[in-house]
Protein backbone atom coordinates (compact mmCIF):
# COMPACT_ATOMS: atom_id res chain seq x y z
CA UNK A 1 0.00 0.00 0.00
CA UNK A 2 3.01 2.31 0.02
CA UNK A 3 1.50 4.15 -3.16
CA UNK A 4 -1.45 5.57 -1.23
CA UNK A 5 -0.72 9.05 0.68
CA UNK A 6 -3.46 10.22 0.44
CA UNK A 7 -7.61 10.03 0.78
CA UNK A 8 -7.76 10.57 -2.76
CA UNK A 9 -5.00 7.84 -3.47
CA UNK A 10 -7.33 5.28 -2.68
CA UNK A 11 -9.57 5.33 -5.58
CA UNK A 12 -6.93 5.43 -7.80
CA UNK A 13 -4.60 2.61 -6.81
CA UNK A 14 -7.49 0.09 -6.36
CA UNK A 15 -9.24 1.43 -9.75
CA UNK A 16 -6.22 0.85 -11.45
CA UNK A 17 -5.44 -2.50 -10.23
CA UNK A 18 -8.99 -3.96 -9.28
CA UNK A 19 -11.44 -2.22 -11.48
CA UNK A 20 -13.94 -4.46 -11.17
CA UNK A 21 -13.81 -5.09 -7.48
CA UNK A 22 -16.70 -3.90 -5.59
CA UNK A 23 -15.75 -0.88 -3.22
CA UNK A 24 -19.27 -0.22 -1.52
CA UNK A 25 -22.51 -1.65 -0.98
CA UNK A 26 -25.60 0.09 0.65
CA UNK A 27 -29.32 -0.56 0.60
CA UNK A 28 -28.40 -3.32 -2.45
CA UNK A 29 -26.49 -0.93 -4.71
CA UNK A 30 -23.17 -1.57 -5.50
CA UNK A 31 -20.45 0.84 -6.76
CA UNK A 32 -16.95 -1.01 -8.14
CA UNK A 33 -13.56 0.92 -7.50
CA UNK A 34 -13.42 2.32 -11.25
CA UNK A 35 -16.67 3.80 -10.56
CA UNK A 36 -15.85 5.19 -7.08
CA UNK A 37 -12.59 6.71 -8.66
CA UNK A 38 -14.60 8.24 -11.61
CA UNK A 39 -17.37 9.54 -9.19
CA UNK A 40 -15.16 11.26 -7.48
CA UNK A 41 -13.63 12.90 -9.92
CA UNK A 42 -16.75 14.18 -10.67
CA UNK A 43 -16.83 15.12 -7.44
CA UNK A 44 -13.39 17.18 -7.59
CA UNK A 45 -14.30 18.92 -10.73
CA UNK A 46 -17.75 19.81 -9.23
CA UNK A 47 -16.43 21.25 -6.27
CA UNK A 48 -13.25 23.55 -8.63
CA UNK A 49 -16.49 24.72 -10.32
CA UNK A 50 -18.13 26.01 -6.68
CA UNK A 51 -14.93 27.90 -6.36
CA UNK A 52 -12.82 25.30 -4.12
CA UNK A 53 -9.50 25.27 -3.34
CA UNK A 54 -6.90 23.92 -1.70
CA UNK A 55 -7.45 23.27 2.12
CA UNK A 56 -10.60 25.02 1.74
CA UNK A 57 -13.44 23.74 3.46
CA UNK A 58 -16.32 21.30 2.49
CA UNK A 59 -18.49 19.89 4.50
CA UNK A 60 -20.78 16.70 4.51
CA UNK A 61 -24.56 16.62 7.10
CA UNK A 62 -26.62 13.09 6.72
CA UNK A 63 -26.90 10.05 7.43
CA UNK A 64 -24.24 7.01 6.35
CA UNK A 65 -24.26 7.11 2.34
CA UNK A 66 -22.14 6.04 -0.52
CA UNK A 67 -22.13 9.89 -1.26
CA UNK A 68 -19.73 10.66 1.58
CA UNK A 69 -16.82 8.88 0.56
CA UNK A 70 -16.98 9.85 -2.83
CA UNK A 71 -17.72 13.73 -1.61
CA UNK A 72 -14.58 13.11 0.84
CA UNK A 73 -12.07 11.75 -1.62
CA UNK A 74 -13.44 14.17 -4.15
CA UNK A 75 -12.09 16.77 -1.80
CA UNK A 76 -8.92 15.34 -1.35
CA UNK A 77 -8.28 15.38 -4.88
CA UNK A 78 -8.16 18.95 -4.78
CA UNK A 79 -6.64 18.84 -2.05
CA UNK A 80 -9.89 20.44 -0.08
CA UNK A 81 -10.75 19.11 3.68
CA UNK A 82 -13.76 17.17 4.32
CA UNK A 83 -15.62 18.25 7.42
CA UNK A 84 -18.25 15.88 8.88
CA UNK A 85 -20.95 17.12 11.09
CA UNK A 86 -22.58 15.46 13.27
CA UNK A 87 -26.52 15.26 11.92
CA UNK A 88 -27.76 14.31 15.54
CA UNK A 89 -26.93 18.21 16.60
CA UNK A 90 -29.78 20.54 17.11
CA UNK A 91 -29.85 23.43 14.33
CA UNK A 92 -27.96 25.78 15.98
CA UNK A 93 -24.89 23.87 17.14
CA UNK A 94 -24.86 22.77 13.37
CA UNK A 95 -24.90 26.20 12.35
CA UNK A 96 -21.86 26.82 14.51
CA UNK A 97 -19.55 24.23 13.23
CA UNK A 98 -20.17 25.34 9.69
CA UNK A 99 -19.90 28.78 10.25
CA UNK A 100 -16.28 27.69 12.47
CA UNK A 101 -15.36 25.68 9.63
CA UNK A 102 -15.31 28.13 6.88
CA UNK A 103 -17.23 25.60 4.75
CA UNK A 104 -17.56 26.52 1.24
CA UNK A 105 -20.21 23.72 0.08
CA UNK A 106 -22.10 21.60 1.93
CA UNK A 107 -23.32 18.60 0.97
CA UNK A 108 -27.01 18.02 2.74
CA UNK A 109 -29.54 14.79 2.83
CA UNK A 110 -32.86 16.03 2.53
CA UNK A 111 -34.25 15.32 5.63
CA UNK A 112 -32.08 17.60 7.13
CA UNK A 113 -33.41 20.55 5.39
CA UNK A 114 -35.55 21.76 7.97
CA UNK A 115 -32.31 21.96 9.74
CA UNK A 116 -30.39 24.19 7.37
CA UNK A 117 -33.50 26.43 6.91
CA UNK A 118 -33.14 27.18 10.80
CA UNK A 119 -29.46 28.19 9.74
CA UNK A 120 -27.50 31.67 9.21
CA UNK A 121 -24.58 30.49 7.48
CA UNK A 122 -22.00 33.21 6.84
CA UNK A 123 -19.73 30.89 4.38
CA UNK A 124 -21.64 28.42 2.24
CA UNK A 125 -21.90 29.15 -1.11
CA UNK A 126 -23.24 26.29 -2.81
CA UNK A 127 -25.36 23.36 -1.30
CA UNK A 128 -26.20 20.04 -3.24
CA UNK A 129 -29.12 17.58 -1.66
CA UNK A 130 -28.97 14.45 -1.48
CA UNK A 131 -32.49 13.34 -2.65
CA UNK A 132 -35.49 15.73 -3.21
CA UNK A 133 -33.29 19.50 -3.60
CA UNK A 134 -35.86 21.99 -3.37
CA UNK A 135 -34.57 25.26 -4.35
CA UNK A 136 -30.91 23.59 -4.06
CA UNK A 137 -28.97 21.41 -6.66
CA UNK A 138 -29.46 17.64 -6.30
CA UNK A 139 -26.10 15.50 -6.25
CA UNK A 140 -26.64 13.39 -9.22
CA UNK A 141 -27.44 17.13 -11.42
CA UNK A 142 -24.18 18.23 -9.59
CA UNK A 143 -21.90 15.59 -10.66
CA UNK A 144 -23.65 14.86 -13.90
CA UNK A 145 -22.32 18.41 -14.96
CA UNK A 146 -18.68 17.88 -14.22
CA UNK A 147 -15.99 16.26 -15.97
CA UNK A 148 -15.03 12.60 -14.78
CA UNK A 149 -11.28 13.51 -15.68
CA UNK A 150 -8.99 13.19 -12.63
CA UNK A 151 -7.52 17.09 -11.86
CA UNK A 152 -4.58 15.60 -10.13
CA UNK A 153 -3.88 18.41 -7.41
CA UNK A 154 -0.76 18.12 -5.47
CA UNK A 155 -1.84 16.85 -1.82
CA UNK A 156 0.58 17.28 0.35
CA UNK A 157 1.93 14.73 3.35
CA UNK A 158 1.11 16.84 6.04
CA UNK A 159 -1.99 19.29 4.48
CA UNK A 160 -5.02 18.32 6.61
CA UNK A 161 -7.47 16.15 5.03
CA UNK A 162 -9.64 16.19 7.24
CA UNK A 163 -11.75 17.48 10.07
CA UNK A 164 -14.36 16.42 12.96
CA UNK A 165 -15.52 17.84 15.36
CA UNK A 166 -14.99 16.94 19.02
CA UNK A 167 -17.21 19.03 21.98
CA UNK A 168 -15.08 21.51 23.84
CA UNK A 169 -14.97 21.83 27.69
CA UNK A 170 -16.49 24.92 27.66
CA UNK A 171 -19.52 23.74 25.23
CA UNK A 172 -18.07 25.02 21.60
CA UNK A 173 -16.88 22.44 19.20
CA UNK A 174 -13.46 22.28 18.27
CA UNK A 175 -12.23 20.97 14.97
CA UNK A 176 -9.49 18.24 14.84
CA UNK A 177 -7.34 18.62 11.99
CA UNK A 178 -5.98 15.37 10.86
CA UNK A 179 -3.76 14.97 8.11
CA UNK A 180 -2.70 12.53 5.50
CA UNK A 181 0.16 11.70 7.88
CA UNK A 182 -1.74 11.12 10.73
CA UNK A 183 -4.20 8.54 8.24
CA UNK A 184 -1.54 6.79 6.12
CA UNK A 185 1.25 6.54 8.41
CA UNK A 186 -0.79 3.92 10.80
CA UNK A 187 -2.98 2.64 8.53
CA UNK A 188 -0.54 -0.51 7.46
CA UNK A 189 0.02 -1.15 11.27
CA UNK A 190 -3.56 -0.95 12.00
CA UNK A 191 -5.12 -3.13 9.19
CA UNK A 192 -2.41 -6.12 10.30
CA UNK A 193 -3.92 -5.45 14.09
CA UNK A 194 -7.34 -5.51 12.74
CA UNK A 195 -6.92 -8.81 10.39
CA UNK A 196 -7.80 -6.76 6.91
CA UNK A 197 -6.90 -7.39 3.37
CA UNK A 198 -7.75 -7.12 0.20
CA UNK A 199 -10.86 -9.97 0.46
CA UNK A 200 -12.18 -7.88 3.41
CA UNK A 201 -15.65 -7.56 3.73
CA UNK A 202 -16.10 -4.35 6.37
CA UNK A 203 -19.46 -3.38 7.94
CA UNK A 204 -19.40 0.54 8.43
CA UNK A 205 -22.28 0.49 10.57
CA UNK A 206 -20.87 3.48 13.54
CA UNK A 207 -22.16 7.21 12.46
CA UNK A 208 -19.70 8.61 9.59
CA UNK A 209 -19.01 12.02 11.68
CA UNK A 210 -17.24 10.14 14.10
CA UNK A 211 -13.80 8.79 13.21
CA UNK A 212 -15.44 5.08 14.43
CA UNK A 213 -17.30 5.30 11.30
CA UNK A 214 -15.41 6.95 8.60
CA UNK A 215 -12.40 6.11 9.85
CA UNK A 216 -13.19 2.87 10.02
CA UNK A 217 -14.39 2.80 6.20
CA UNK A 218 -11.71 4.17 4.91
CA UNK A 219 -9.38 1.49 6.60
CA UNK A 220 -11.81 -0.77 4.21
CA UNK A 221 -11.19 0.71 1.30
CA UNK A 222 -7.37 1.39 2.32
CA UNK A 223 -7.17 -2.64 1.87
CA UNK A 224 -8.96 -2.90 -1.33
CA UNK A 225 -11.56 -4.98 0.44
CA UNK A 226 -15.96 -3.90 0.33
CA UNK A 227 -17.27 -1.51 2.57
CA UNK A 228 -21.00 -2.31 3.35
CA UNK A 229 -22.83 0.22 4.98
CA UNK A 230 -25.61 0.71 7.56
CA UNK A 231 -27.52 4.24 6.64
CA UNK A 232 -28.09 3.88 11.33
CA UNK A 233 -28.02 1.57 14.47
CA UNK A 234 -31.15 -0.65 12.71
CA UNK A 235 -29.82 -3.85 14.96
CA UNK A 236 -32.24 -6.42 12.64
CA UNK A 237 -30.59 -4.80 9.60
CA UNK A 238 -27.17 -5.38 10.96
CA UNK A 239 -27.39 -8.50 11.55
CA UNK A 240 -29.21 -9.12 8.15
CA UNK A 241 -25.93 -7.30 6.37
CA UNK A 242 -23.80 -9.48 8.53
CA UNK A 243 -24.92 -12.53 7.54
CA UNK A 244 -26.33 -11.49 3.83
CA UNK A 245 -22.75 -10.29 2.67
CA UNK A 246 -20.51 -12.63 4.65
CA UNK A 247 -18.86 -9.58 6.67
CA UNK A 248 -15.70 -10.44 8.03
CA UNK A 249 -14.40 -7.11 9.61
CA UNK A 250 -16.56 -4.89 11.73
CA UNK A 251 -16.08 -1.80 14.66
CA UNK A 252 -19.50 -1.53 16.86
CA UNK A 253 -19.07 0.63 20.10
CA UNK A 254 -20.80 -1.68 23.72
CA UNK A 255 -23.86 -0.54 24.03
CA UNK A 256 -24.86 -1.67 20.22
CA UNK A 257 -22.98 -5.34 21.47
CA UNK A 258 -25.25 -4.77 24.26
CA UNK A 259 -28.32 -4.52 22.35
CA UNK A 260 -27.39 -6.91 20.09
CA UNK A 261 -27.09 -9.56 22.77
CA UNK A 262 -30.81 -9.17 23.44
CA UNK A 263 -32.24 -9.22 19.81
CA UNK A 264 -34.34 -12.36 19.06
CA UNK A 265 -32.89 -12.39 15.67
CA UNK A 266 -29.07 -12.36 17.03
CA UNK A 267 -29.76 -16.27 18.03
CA UNK A 268 -30.49 -17.24 14.22
CA UNK A 269 -27.72 -15.07 12.39
CA UNK A 270 -24.53 -16.96 10.86
CA UNK A 271 -21.93 -14.75 12.36
CA UNK A 272 -19.06 -17.60 11.02
CA UNK A 273 -17.63 -14.77 8.02
CA UNK A 274 -16.48 -12.69 11.04
CA UNK A 275 -12.49 -12.68 11.32
CA UNK A 276 -12.29 -10.02 13.64
CA UNK A 277 -14.71 -7.54 15.86
CA UNK A 278 -13.18 -4.33 16.97
CA UNK A 279 -15.03 -2.14 19.82
CA UNK A 280 -14.46 0.75 21.80
CA UNK A 281 -15.10 4.00 22.30
CA UNK A 282 -16.68 3.87 25.45
CA UNK A 283 -17.22 1.57 28.40
CA UNK A 284 -18.04 -2.24 28.31
CA UNK A 285 -19.11 -4.99 30.98
CA UNK A 286 -17.07 -7.86 31.20
CA UNK A 287 -20.77 -9.57 30.78
CA UNK A 288 -21.42 -8.03 27.54
CA UNK A 289 -17.67 -8.66 26.25
CA UNK A 290 -18.16 -12.62 27.38
CA UNK A 291 -21.58 -12.83 25.73
CA UNK A 292 -20.53 -11.45 22.28
CA UNK A 293 -17.67 -13.46 22.41
CA UNK A 294 -19.53 -16.60 22.96
CA UNK A 295 -22.49 -15.44 20.22
CA UNK A 296 -19.96 -14.33 17.56
CA UNK A 297 -17.44 -17.02 18.27
CA UNK A 298 -14.80 -14.52 16.22
CA UNK A 299 -11.68 -12.48 17.20
CA UNK A 300 -12.38 -9.84 19.77
CA UNK A 301 -10.05 -6.67 19.70
CA UNK A 302 -10.33 -3.48 21.62
CA UNK A 303 -9.16 0.06 20.75
CA UNK A 304 -8.70 2.80 23.09
CA UNK A 305 -7.96 6.57 21.54
CA UNK A 306 -9.86 9.88 20.54
CA UNK A 307 -10.57 11.74 17.42
CA UNK A 308 -7.53 13.80 18.07
CA UNK A 309 -5.03 10.71 17.93
CA UNK A 310 -6.82 9.26 14.36
CA UNK A 311 -8.74 7.22 16.64
CA UNK A 312 -6.87 4.01 18.63
CA UNK A 313 -3.43 4.16 20.04
CA UNK A 314 -3.70 1.20 22.43
CA UNK A 315 -5.10 -2.06 21.56
CA UNK A 316 -6.10 -4.97 23.81
CA UNK A 317 -5.40 -8.26 21.49
CA UNK A 318 -7.45 -11.10 20.88
CA UNK A 319 -5.11 -13.13 22.55
CA UNK A 320 -5.41 -11.22 25.67
CA UNK A 321 -9.46 -11.57 25.72
CA UNK A 322 -9.45 -14.50 28.77
CA UNK A 323 -12.83 -13.97 30.30
CA UNK A 324 -13.39 -16.17 33.08
CA UNK A 325 -9.57 -17.51 32.64
CA UNK A 326 -6.39 -16.40 34.89
CA UNK A 327 -6.16 -13.14 32.56
CA UNK A 328 -9.86 -12.17 32.65
CA UNK A 329 -8.55 -9.43 34.72
CA UNK A 330 -6.48 -7.81 31.24
CA UNK A 331 -10.71 -7.41 30.22
CA UNK A 332 -10.75 -4.00 31.99
CA UNK A 333 -7.43 -2.98 30.77
CA UNK A 334 -7.56 -0.97 27.63
CA UNK A 335 -4.29 -2.77 26.58
CA UNK A 336 -0.62 -1.84 25.48
CA UNK A 337 0.84 0.45 22.73
CA UNK A 338 0.92 -0.39 19.28
CA UNK A 339 3.06 1.25 15.99
CA UNK A 340 5.30 4.25 16.94
CA UNK A 341 2.65 5.30 20.17
CA UNK A 342 4.49 6.41 23.71
CA UNK A 343 2.60 6.74 26.69
CA UNK A 344 3.00 8.79 29.82
CA UNK A 345 1.17 8.80 32.90
CA UNK A 346 1.29 12.51 34.34
CA UNK A 347 0.43 14.23 37.36
CA UNK A 348 -2.04 16.87 36.12
CA UNK A 349 -1.03 20.23 37.81
CA UNK A 350 2.73 19.59 37.95
CA UNK A 351 3.46 17.48 34.54
CA UNK A 352 5.84 15.19 36.09
CA UNK A 353 5.90 11.73 35.10
CA UNK A 354 3.80 9.15 37.73
CA UNK A 355 5.24 5.40 38.91
CA UNK A 356 3.83 2.31 37.97
CA UNK A 357 -0.31 1.80 38.81
CA UNK A 358 -0.15 5.50 40.03
CA UNK A 359 -3.36 7.37 38.65
CA UNK A 360 -2.76 10.64 36.23
CA UNK A 361 -3.64 11.88 32.91
CA UNK A 362 -3.01 10.04 29.93
CA UNK A 363 -0.31 11.72 27.82
CA UNK A 364 0.23 10.33 24.31
CA UNK A 365 3.19 10.56 21.74
CA UNK A 366 2.47 9.60 18.58
CA UNK A 367 2.35 10.32 14.59
CA UNK A 368 -1.60 10.19 14.96
CA UNK A 369 -1.91 13.06 17.17
CA UNK A 370 -4.05 15.95 15.70
CA UNK A 371 -1.90 18.53 13.56
CA UNK A 372 -3.65 21.34 15.72
CA UNK A 373 -7.35 22.41 16.83
CA UNK A 374 -8.92 24.32 13.75
CA UNK A 375 -8.39 28.87 14.56
CA UNK A 376 -7.81 27.70 17.92
CA UNK A 377 -4.61 28.36 18.77
CA UNK A 378 -4.99 28.27 22.76
CA UNK A 379 -6.76 25.09 22.52
CA UNK A 380 -3.95 23.27 20.56
CA UNK A 381 -1.54 24.57 22.95
CA UNK A 382 -3.46 23.63 25.82
CA UNK A 383 -3.20 20.36 23.90
CA UNK A 384 0.22 20.10 23.85
CA UNK A 385 1.96 21.51 26.33
CA UNK A 386 5.33 21.05 25.75
CA UNK A 387 4.69 21.84 22.22
CA UNK A 388 5.57 19.64 19.05
CA UNK A 389 8.72 19.17 17.45
CA UNK A 390 10.28 19.25 14.20
CA UNK A 391 9.17 15.54 12.68
CA UNK A 392 5.30 16.79 13.79
CA UNK A 393 5.08 14.69 17.54
CA UNK A 394 4.42 16.01 20.32
CA UNK A 395 2.82 14.73 24.06
CA UNK A 396 -0.78 15.19 23.53
CA UNK A 397 -3.20 15.32 27.28
CA UNK A 398 -6.00 13.15 26.10
CA UNK A 399 -8.06 14.49 29.43
CA UNK A 400 -8.46 10.55 30.67
CA UNK A 401 -6.97 9.72 33.76
CA UNK A 402 -5.42 5.99 33.98
CA UNK A 403 -2.41 4.00 35.33
CA UNK A 404 -0.01 1.57 34.01
CA UNK A 405 0.27 -1.81 34.52
CA UNK A 406 3.02 -4.76 33.14
CA UNK A 407 2.56 -2.61 30.08
CA UNK A 408 -0.83 -2.52 29.89
CA UNK A 409 -2.84 0.68 30.44
CA UNK A 410 -5.77 1.08 32.47
CA UNK A 411 -8.31 3.76 32.22
CA UNK A 412 -9.71 5.20 35.48
CA UNK A 413 -11.40 7.74 34.93
CA UNK A 414 -11.70 11.40 33.34
CA UNK A 415 -9.60 13.96 34.08
CA UNK A 416 -12.37 16.73 33.13
CA UNK A 417 -15.91 16.13 33.90
CA UNK A 418 -17.36 14.57 30.38
CA UNK A 419 -19.80 12.23 30.32
CA UNK A 420 -19.49 9.25 27.62
CA UNK A 421 -23.22 7.85 27.05
CA UNK A 422 -23.62 5.16 24.70
CA UNK A 423 -20.26 6.21 23.04
CA UNK A 424 -20.92 9.65 22.42
CA UNK A 425 -19.23 12.55 24.28
CA UNK A 426 -20.90 15.12 26.67
CA UNK A 427 -19.34 18.00 27.90
CA UNK A 428 -21.51 19.34 31.21
CA UNK A 429 -20.94 22.99 30.50
CA UNK A 430 -23.03 22.62 27.57
CA UNK A 431 -25.84 21.47 29.01
CA UNK A 432 -25.44 23.74 31.91
CA UNK A 433 -25.20 27.02 29.79
CA UNK A 434 -28.49 25.95 28.31
CA UNK A 435 -30.41 25.19 31.97
CA UNK A 436 -28.81 28.54 33.11
CA UNK A 437 -30.59 30.65 30.37
CA UNK A 438 -34.31 29.21 31.92
CA UNK A 439 -35.57 31.95 33.43
CA UNK A 440 -37.12 29.71 36.41
CA UNK A 441 -33.61 28.33 37.21
CA UNK A 442 -30.83 29.86 39.79
CA UNK A 443 -28.24 27.38 39.63
CA UNK A 444 -27.32 23.89 37.63
CA UNK A 445 -24.99 21.65 37.78
CA UNK A 446 -24.72 18.30 35.20
CA UNK A 447 -23.54 15.26 36.20
CA UNK A 448 -23.29 11.67 34.49
CA UNK A 449 -24.84 8.99 36.52
CA UNK A 450 -25.32 5.21 35.88
CA UNK A 451 -27.15 3.89 33.35
CA UNK A 452 -27.81 -0.22 32.27
CA UNK A 453 -28.09 0.71 28.86
CA UNK A 454 -26.13 3.80 27.90
CA UNK A 455 -22.77 3.10 30.75
CA UNK A 456 -24.00 6.80 31.92
CA UNK A 457 -26.32 9.19 31.47
CA UNK A 458 -27.07 12.85 31.81
CA UNK A 459 -28.35 14.00 35.31
CA UNK A 460 -29.44 17.88 35.79
CA UNK A 461 -29.18 19.25 39.79
CA UNK A 462 -31.28 22.48 39.86
CA UNK A 463 -31.72 25.06 42.62
CA UNK A 464 -35.07 27.06 41.18
CA UNK A 465 -35.31 30.61 41.17
CA UNK A 466 -37.20 32.48 44.22
CA UNK A 467 -40.39 31.64 44.10
CA UNK A 468 -40.38 29.32 40.95
CA UNK A 469 -41.44 25.34 40.43
CA UNK A 470 -39.73 24.21 37.36
CA UNK A 471 -40.93 20.62 36.04
CA UNK A 472 -38.51 18.00 35.24
CA UNK A 473 -40.43 16.80 31.85
CA UNK A 474 -40.37 20.68 31.15
CA UNK A 475 -36.94 21.49 31.94
CA UNK A 476 -35.95 18.44 29.79
CA UNK A 477 -38.17 19.23 26.72
CA UNK A 478 -36.42 23.30 27.20
CA UNK A 479 -33.18 21.52 26.65
CA UNK A 480 -34.03 19.33 23.63
CA UNK A 481 -35.03 22.24 21.81
CA UNK A 482 -31.58 23.99 22.50
CA UNK A 483 -29.36 20.91 22.72
CA UNK A 484 -29.23 17.47 20.60
CA UNK A 485 -31.52 15.10 22.42
CA UNK A 486 -28.64 12.83 23.64
CA UNK A 487 -26.99 15.27 25.63
CA UNK A 488 -30.37 16.18 27.41
CA UNK A 489 -31.05 15.38 30.81
CA UNK A 490 -33.01 12.33 31.62
CA UNK A 491 -34.00 13.28 35.48
CA UNK A 492 -33.48 16.39 37.63
CA UNK A 493 -33.05 17.04 41.20
CA UNK A 494 -33.54 20.34 42.90
CA UNK A 495 -31.19 20.94 45.57
CA UNK A 496 -31.29 23.84 47.72
CA UNK A 497 -27.45 24.83 47.12
CA UNK A 498 -25.20 23.24 44.79
CA UNK A 499 -21.92 22.80 46.23
CA UNK A 500 -18.68 24.68 45.48
CA UNK A 501 -15.11 25.36 46.27
CA UNK A 502 -13.86 28.68 47.21
CA UNK A 503 -12.75 29.46 43.79
CA UNK A 504 -16.96 28.76 42.62
CA UNK A 505 -16.50 25.73 41.03
CA UNK A 506 -18.80 23.24 41.49
CA UNK A 507 -17.77 20.14 43.30
CA UNK A 508 -18.67 17.72 40.52
CA UNK A 509 -17.08 14.48 42.70
CA UNK A 510 -19.11 15.07 45.80
CA UNK A 511 -22.06 15.31 43.37
CA UNK A 512 -21.36 12.05 41.77
CA UNK A 513 -20.18 10.30 44.71
CA UNK A 514 -24.00 8.86 46.10
CA UNK A 515 -25.15 7.41 42.48
CA UNK A 516 -21.35 5.40 41.56
CA UNK A 517 -21.05 3.74 45.09
CA UNK A 518 -20.05 0.80 44.90
CA UNK A 519 -20.15 1.11 41.07
CA UNK A 520 -16.90 0.82 38.45
CA UNK A 521 -16.54 4.43 36.38
CA UNK A 522 -14.18 4.64 33.56
CA UNK A 523 -13.68 4.87 29.97
CA UNK A 524 -12.58 2.13 27.40
Partial sequence: MSTITSLADITRVHAASQPDKVAMIFEDRQWTYAELDQESNQVANALIAAGVGAQDR????????PEYFSFLFGASKINAVGVAVNWRLAAPEMEYILNHSGAKVLLIGEEFLGHYEQMELTSISTVVVVGEAGPHVDYSSWIGSAADVDPNVEVGWTDTSYQ???SGTTGLPKGVELTNRNFFEMLPAASEEWYFDTDSVNLVAMPLFHIAGSGWGVVGLFNGGTNVLLREAD???????????????ALLVPAIL????????????DFSSLRCMVYGASPITEEVLAGSMSLMGCKFVQAYGLTETTGGVTILRADDHDPGGPRAHLLRSAGRVWGDVELRIVDPETHEDLAEEE????????????????????????????????????????????????????????????????????????????????????????????????????????TPAA?????????????????????????????????????GKILKTELRAPYWEGKERGVN
Fill in 467 to 503: DCDPQEAALIEYCRERLAHYKCPTSVERMDMIPRNPS
Fill in 235 to 249: LVELLRLIEAYSVTN
Fill in 359 to 462: VGEVWVKTIQNLKSYWNDPDATADAYPEGIDEDGRGWFRTGDAGYMSDGFLFIHDRVKDMIISGAENIYPAEVENALMAHPEIADAAVIGVPDEKWGETVKAII
Fill in 258 to 269: QFLLITPEAEGT
Fill in 164 to 166: LYT
Fill in 58 to 65: VAHLDKNG
